[in-house]
């Protein structure tokens, strides 16, 4: 794939830069040093405080320790979702309208790339690569999960509640409008990964490739505010900029690395592969065997970096990317097909319905209940895709040179969005019906290791593949290995891919930056998700995306600012030039039928002005001239004369268009 000239750092796009390379050196260390300080830090005091303090110290200092982090962590995090959160939900309406008003508007004629650029893909595989930056680790973890914890526990405010004191089976089963709880649920999920968490990448992919393709700029987030900024983006706001993206990216990868080893080790434990010692006191996969299987597939991953091996990457994505199908389809016959087909219909006529007032729902009205929910859930959800941003902004960005604001906005807020939908209702939707008809016998998560979905979501997906394969029986086998080996790949392209934009974020716009430095970002990803995984669990991890999204979000903010002055000042050039150019037009048509009517104005008032008389005798004169002139010519009569005579006319003409210029 072509990119625009790479300048270096802190200065303007140049064709002809090519700076020199020397190994080992930092390419911008002013974002490369206080990025990697500001991860480590956020890392290592967690982990610190809840694991190494406990070993060296024991009794009351290491509990007051690990406590006074604990409660650091919570009043933050309360404070952060309270006072923050309706400002993210907010935040996240306006990226959708932003997004629309891109598309439909003025400037959706826009073309990303210099006026005569050409799309570099055609439109099917734009489609693919799109529904590849939409498909990943989270579509696994959460597909079949996330809707049975809305259904199996109904968001507060919903009508239906859990029943209490159940012991046996589902012990959050619903009561009430259970069909409606069951749409309701449907319309959480598809309201977290539809069109809200696309226009949140759109946003950023938008912003990047107007500036990588249409100004030459580097690929570097600083740039997307040149706009707003102008010169300043070269200084040190541009660099706080791009610092601020690299520690969201980092730890919006690692929240996805700690879910897909979550979901790998419940494959590998479903599949019988763990060992005893990988487990714990009740029973759950145990950090140890966590670690390991982020080792080795991290260190996969790192081998893949190092070695580059880009194009077996890319051909082990798109082999992905047919599992991933094969998958979908099996899972899709294997259940409730024509059901499946119908909820899929109905579903997303009720979350068109419903969109409005979910994307503004912020638990106001259900106490502390809902304000958990919101924390643990949507919140999450808008710090998640923030965070990560920045990753799937560059993708989606250096795959879109040539196309139009409007193809642009169209091509990524629907494609991925709706491929996330069949995934969800295949998935999700199936794991509601069987749950529906599974008369509490709790075959969908073990309820004697967790109370709700939400509590074991990993081992949601292998469950419902033994529902609907059997239990025990190969092809049960086959889904399974093949579900583990999906997350592997998506681990190990993401930890690459990942790796590659953080680095050439940190490098000032590197498109091939040092090796050492991206092995080294590939591995610090694999190393925060592996302490804080020991530290806190995925609890902490969420709470890490959520807390490195609220900087990133002020960015895309300035970003849509920036944005949209940009194109509103290149509309207006675009308009000055039409106006110009229909005033030209104008005026060369006016010209020529002015030119034809004084023409024919200046005939008919010689005709009438010098009548047949006067041209005979202008005739004789000019006769009588030419004889003296030309002593042996014989004279003419005044009317042969008179016949040859013609006036000038087209020295007439000629003398007013010189008049005329």
């Known amino acids: 794939m072509s990119a625009p000239p790479r300048p270096p750092h802190g200065a303007s796009a140049a064709p002809s830069a090519q700076p020199r390379k020397r190994r080992g050196r930092i390419p ?41 982090l604990a409660n650091t962590i919570e009043t933050t995090m309360q404070g952060v979702v309270s006072g923050l959160g309706p400002w993210m939900v907010v935040a996240v309406a306006g990226f959708v309208l932003f997004s629309l008003v891109m598309g439909l508007s003025r400037f959706g004629d826009i073309k990303l790339g210099q006026d005569d ?58 009561e009430g409008d259970i069909a409606g709880v069951a749409e309701q649920a449907m319309n959480q999920t598809f309201l977290h990964w539809g069109f809200h968490a696309w226009a949140i990448y759109a946003v950023i992919g938008l912003a990047l490739a107007y500036a990588i393709h249409r100004k030459g700029r580097p690929v570097s987030i600083r740039w997307t505010l040149e706009p707003l900024l102008g010169d300043r983006v070269k200084g040190w706001i541009g660099d706080v900029i791009d610092v601020i993206a690299i520690v969201g990216t980092v730890f919006g990868v690692a929240t996805s690395l700690g879910l897909g080893v979550s979901q790998i080790a419940a494959g590998l434990n479903h599949l019988g592969l763990i060992p005893s010692w990988g487990f714990d006191e009740d029973g759950s996969v145990g950090s140890i065997a966590l670690i390991l299987v982020i080792v080795v597939v991290s260190g996969i991953a790192l081998i893949s970096v190092v070695s580059g091996v880009g194009k077996g990457i890319k051909w082990l994505s798109n082999v992905n990317l047919g599992m991933a199908a094969i998958f979908l389809i099996a899972m899709l016959l294997l259940g409730p097909t024509l059901w499946l087909l119908r909820t899929l219909v109905e579903s997303i006529g009720d979350y068109l319905g419903a969109v409005v007032p979910l994307t503004f729902h912020t638990a106001a009205y259900t106490g502390e209940e809902g304000f958990s929910f919101q924390r643990w859930w949507t919140v999450f959800y808008w710090g998640w895709w923030i965070s990560w941003a920045p990753f799937v902004g560059v993708f989606i960005a250096r795959i879109s040179k040539g196309r139009t604001v409007r193809q642009f906005i169209g091509g990524v807020l629907l494609v991925p969005t709706v491929m996330s939908f069949v995934w969800f209702t295949v998935m999700g939707a199936g794991a509601i019906y069987e749950a529906w008809e599974d008369g509490g016998e709790g075959r969908l998560w073990s309820t004697e290791t967790a109370g709700t979905v939400g509590e074991q979501p990993e081992a949601v997906l292998f469950n419902y593949i033994d529902v609907l394969a059997g239990g025990g029986t190969a092809l049960a086998a086959g889904l399974a290995i093949v579900a583990t080996v999906m997350v592997a790949i998506f681990f190990i392209t993401s930890s690459d891919s ?36 020991v530290a806190g669990g995925l609890t902490l991890l969420r709470d890490a995306a959520i807390l490195t999204s609220v900087p990133v979000m002020i960015v895309m903010l300035a970003m849509c600012v920036a944005l949209w002055k940009a194109l509103n000042g290149e509309h207006q ?41 006067f041209r005979e005798e202008l005739a004789t004169v000019t006769v009588r001239m030419a004889a003296e002139h030309e002593p042996g010519a014989s004279p003419s009569t005044p009317g ?18 010189r008049r005329r210029d």
Request: aromatic letters at 10%.
């Open 498 to 533: 990942g790796s590659l934009v953080i680095d050439m974020i940190a490098s000032g716009g590197e498109l091939d930056p040092p090796k050492w430095s991206r092995a080294m970002w590939a591995g610090l990803e694999g190393l925060v998700a592996i302490l804080l995984l």
């Open 640 to 657: 042969e004369a008179g016949a040859a005579f013609t006036l000038p006319e087209a020295p007439k003409r000629r003398s007013w268009r």
């Open 573 to 613: 050039v675009l308009v000055e030039a039409e106006r110009r150019h229909r005033r030209e037009e104008l005026e060369r048509r006016v010209a020529a039928r002015m030119e034809t009517h004084v023409e024919k104005q200046v005939d008919e008032t010689l005709d009438e002005q010098f009548p047949d008389r």
């Open 117 to 174: 650029d050409k799309p570099e893909f055609s439109l099917l595989s734009w489609f693919a690569m799109l529904f590849a930056a939409g498909m990943g680790i989270g579509l696994v973890f959460w597909g079949a999960a996330e809707p049975l914890e809305y259904f199996t526990s109904p968001r507060p405010g919903v009508n239906g509640e859990r029943l209490d004191g159940a012991a046996e089976g589902y012990n959050h089963w619903v």
């Open 28 to 68: 911008a260390p002013r974002v490369f040093i206080p990025a990697l300080i500001i991860i480590l830090v956020m890392t290592l005091v967690p982990f610190v405080t809840s694991v190494i303090v406990p070993q060296i110290w024991s009794g009351d200092v290491a509990e007051s320790v690990e406590t006074g």
